[in-house]
């Protein structure tokens, strides 16, 4: 099932995810409060309860009033991440910013933060991404040449693409016979993760 997080739970439920293991016990909100650079512990508080709510944390039972993660959320068979929306495959299309939680096995992902995007298009189909795939991606901003990464073209439109970059020039590469590379000024490109898994559903 999908669950609509506002940008600051999902900030926070992100956080949890990559930090948890670097406290020596299940946090506190105050220590989350000043892990998060936060002033207000009543805010932090009620964003804190929306997760609760969601069953994505729960707190501990203890005089502490630590929190850690559901155990639906932290188990080997996969975590949540951020469902941001669709994709090109094809010519660039508007990026959309559309989050949603989707539960994604640990081997489709890294350990370092991801979020899932869906496929619009046929030029990846020579890679075996067909359109309607969701795709797994890990969030960065450098790429080596030959990775299928996502890049922002002029700073609004998303395209997913084999990246080759040369002194001057960044090529997009397409996995279709029928499509040409599109090429462009470094300036003009901005990655903003590289393909790691995917994800497909048979009807």
Known sequence: MSLTL???QQEIYDYLLS???????????DELCSALGLSSKG???????ALIDAGLVEPMNNRRRGIRLSEDNSTDEGHGIPFLGYIAAGSPIEAVEQREIVQVPDYLRTNKPCYVLQVKGESMIDEGILDGDQIIIEQRDHARNGEIVVA???GSDATLKRIEQKQGCVILH???AAMKPMKF?????????VLVGQMRRYH
Do not use: C, M, W, Y
């Not at 805010?43 to 309860?49: A, D, N, P």
């Open 43 to 49: 805010s932090l508080h009620k964003q804190i309860q």
């Open 174 to 176: 397409p996995a279709n």
């Open 6 to 8: 506002t940008r600051r």
């Open 19 to 29: 930090n948890l293991d670097s406290f020596p016990h299940p946090p506190t909100l």
């Open 152 to 154: 922002l073209v002029e």
């Open 185 to 193: 000024a470094p300036d003009q490109i901005q990655i903003q993760g």
